[in-house]
């Protein structure tokens, strides 16, 4: 087994330095080169993931890919992997799910759809559905890839290329799009025939969950669709940053014991 590959916060400051003007095919050779199997795409199926894993790929057609069948995906999405499953077949896929006895009990204390009753029911509902079954497979990792950029939200302004992921045991978190534009990535995608969910060809311009996610109206911003009901609240599920709304990790921790105690 490959050992582990821990970096110390001057050491990635210094990398990140060195990276930051770097294309996104460079950060991704690096990245390869230092972690070897112990990195992975983490991707939603979004068109920046598609993007990194496209590049990834081509370097090192067996990376990992790691993504989160939360249970209430689009049909479009369920089908779009199966699509990119084949377009990429030499990764190595890791299709996660929830576990099935917390969900059980978030379903029966709070209902199916009780991301729409309050913000800190929502954020239970995809720390249960996507948020843990993240931080499980992050665990076996030294560094993962996301297709964040800094332009995407508030929250996502300050991302550098490289950097520690405290909220996930220090590992090193890889942003090798941080300073594209969205243009970017579409001249991208379409240049190196990269497949694409097609609900973006529907007015989608950040997908998630069905029930979450629908088309923005023309003007507004594209993470506008993503809890569109929402006032206020972070356009995040937590798996990029910690979410300070409070209020719903009680509830989360009740669930968690609550679940504990039922076998399968
Ligand atoms: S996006 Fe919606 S359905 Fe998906 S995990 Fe979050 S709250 Fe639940």
């Known amino acids: 087994m490959q050992q582990r590959i821990v970096f110390d ?9 060195e990276l ?3 294309e ?6 690096w990245a390869l080169e230092t972690f070897g199997d112990r990195i992975a795409v ?3 199926l979004q068109a920046e993931g598609m993007a ?11 990376i990992t890919v790691v993504t989160v069948d ?3 995906l689009p049909a479009a999405t369920y089908a779009f992997l199966e699509e990119a499953r084949r377009h990429y077949p030499e990764a190595r896929w890791q299709v996660l799910t929830p576990d099935p006895r917390e969900v059980e009990v978030m379903v029966r204390r709070h209902g199916e759809d009780l991301f729409y009753k309050a913000v800190p029911l929502r954020l239970v509902c995809c720390h249960i559905r ?15 890839f996301t297709g964040l950029r800094r332009e995407q939200w508030a929250s996502r302004a300050a991302i550098r290329k490289v950097e520690l992921d405290h909220d996930h045991g220090g590992i090193v978190k890889v942003n090798p799009l941080a300073d594209w534009t969205k243009e970017e990535v579409w001249d991208y995608i379409r240049q190196q025939g990269v497949p694409y969910n097609p609900l973006y060809d529907q007015g ?6 069905d029930p979450c996610t629908r088309p923005i109206q023309p003007g507004e911003d594209d993470r506008a669709g993503r809890w569109w009901w929402e006032v206020n609240a972070p356009k995040e599920c937590g798996i990029h940053c910690p979410i300070e709304t409070g209020g719903f990790e009680h509830e989360a921790e009740a669930i968690l014991k609550e679940a504990e105690g039922i076998h399968l």
């Open 24 to 29: 996104p095919q460079d950060v991704i050779a």
């Open 9 to 17: 916060d001057l050491e990635i400051g210094e990398i990140a330095v």
């Open 130 to 144: 996507k948020v843990r079954p993240l931080v499980r497979a992050l665990e076996n990792l030294d560094a993962w």
């Open 42 to 44: 983490v991707t939603a």
């Open 20 to 22: 930051d003007d770097k």
């Open 204 to 209: 989608y311009t950040s997908i998630g969950c």
């Open 70 to 72: 939360t249970g209430r």
């Open 52 to 62: 990194v894993l496209d590049m990834a790929y081509r370097l090192r057609p067996d």
